[in-house]
């Protein structure tokens, strides 16, 4: 994958992808690490995470940390869903990778 190739795809399936790939290689990734670096609201993130979730399969996880009410956390990975882990990987790792924290999905 490159920029060139990346750019091709629609904005939302970009963002998707994009986080897919945070959520897998972020030790303990929050919402605030994928608001961070993809620079998009935290309603966007939750209907992205949700969309991973229903139209795609992936069993996402939110694990509480604190014990106490609020939303602190971090997510898992328990099911790819309709993705195949090690393609992904080999199509999106070095891409992701080099652009991570460079880049533009708003």
């Known amino acids: ?4 190739t990346f750019s091709k ?4 399936l970009q963002r998707i992808y994009y986080i897919l790939w945070m959520l897998s290689t972020i030790n303990e990734c929050t ?4 608001k961070n670096y993809t620079e998009l609201p935290s309603n966007t993130v ?3 995470l949700n969309k ?10 939110f694990v509480r940390v604190g014990g106490g ?3 602190r956390g971090y997510y898992e990975i328990l099911d790819w869903g309709v993705f ?3 393609r992904f990987f080999a199509i ?7 652009e991570h924290g460079k880049l533009n999905v708003k």
Do not use: P
């Open 69 to 71: 009410i609020g939303k």
């Open 46 to 48: 939750w209907r992205l």
């Open 1 to 4: 994958m490159d920029q060139k």
């Open 92 to 98: 999106f790792d070095d891409f992701f990778s080099a």
């Open 31 to 34: 919402t605030d690490d994928l």
């Open 9 to 12: 795809l629609s904005t939302e």
């Open 84 to 86: 195949d882990q090690g």
């Open 52 to 61: 991973l979730r229903m139209d795609y399969s992936v069993d996402v996880e």
